[in-house]
């Protein structure tokens, strides 16, 4: 079994994770935009991650949604009888989330210095939270860890062809009408720090190629099962036209990775 939480153990950081949630009027707003149906996270995003898990549990399979926020996502994979843990590091988003699920076992950590004991974990989740991760390889390295022999880590993110020039250059070219003529690609294989703004806060992403995604998920020990680059069917065309964009530029990558047995 894991840690409990007060015993839950912690890698040493040189520079601080960010935590641009705990900012009240960044929460403020970000709850309020989350209060409603967004068809690229709820729908897009979450569709793909639910294509990649396991359609039942096996036997409560003991898993850890990383970066978990306010325990929407572990709420529902409660539901479907995982026995769920989470770790987030924004407290703000923690309170909702133990509110959410008093029984579940939240660890409020940057995930960057959050560590558990090897092979503990059936399933890990995560869902838009790696490309904030500065040390991606080492959390890579950390999850194989954690993960039981024949376990699963589904995760998804921000597609590096969507990141490339976040912070550069406007994310597409528009026509005289408004009409996006095309999307920005550069410095794609510039791995490093992105800035962008959200809700008058400066956000850091960290953008890196599909090759260093790639590498540094087979230098962990994974092997590959499947991947997803999620993109708008024609029931969420009807319903939200904009996500026709999504066919033109993915806005996601999703990843099923195996510890081998």
Request: charged share 25%.
């Amino acid at each position: 079994t894991s840690l409990p939480p007060e015993s839950k153990q912690s890698i040493p950081m040189t520079t601080e994770p960010q935590n641009i949630y705990d900012d009240q009027h960044f929460f403020n707003n970000y709850q309020s935009i989350r209060a409603t149906y967004n068809p690229y996270n709820d729908g897009l995003d979450r569709s793909s991650i639910l294509e990649l898990l396991p359609e039942f549990p096996n036997n409560s399979q003991t898993s850890l949604d990383l970066g978990c926020g306010a325990g929407k996502f572990t709420e529902f994979l409660h539901d479907r009888g995982y026995e769920m843990e989470g770790v987030d590091i924004s407290e703000r988003m923690l309170q909702v989330a133990r509110e959410r699920l008093p029984d579940v076992k939240f660890y409020h950590s940057g995930l960057e210095t959050f560590d558990a004991d090897d092979c503990v974990y059936d399933l890990v989740v995560s869902r838009l939270v790696l490309h904030y991760i500065q040390g991606f390889s080492e959390v890579m390295e950390r999850v194989f860890r954690w993960m039981k022999p024949g376990g699963l880590f589904i995760y998804t993110q921000e597609h590096p062809i969507s990141t490339s020039a976040r912070g550069i250059h406007p994310s597409n070219v528009k026509d005289k009408e408004g009409n996006i003529l095309y999307f920005t690609v550069d410095n794609y294989k510039q791995d490093g720090k992105r800035v962008e703004c959200w809700f008058d806060r400066e956000v850091i992403i960290y953008h890196r190629s599909l090759e260093t995604i790639i590498n540094t998920i087979l230098s962990a020990g994974f092997q590959i099962v499947k991947i997803i680059e999620p993109s708008a069917d024609q029931e969420l065309l009807e319903k939200f036209p904009e996500t026709d964009r999504s066919i033109r530029r993915p806005p996601f990558i999703s990843f099923k990775l195996v510890k081998p047995i």
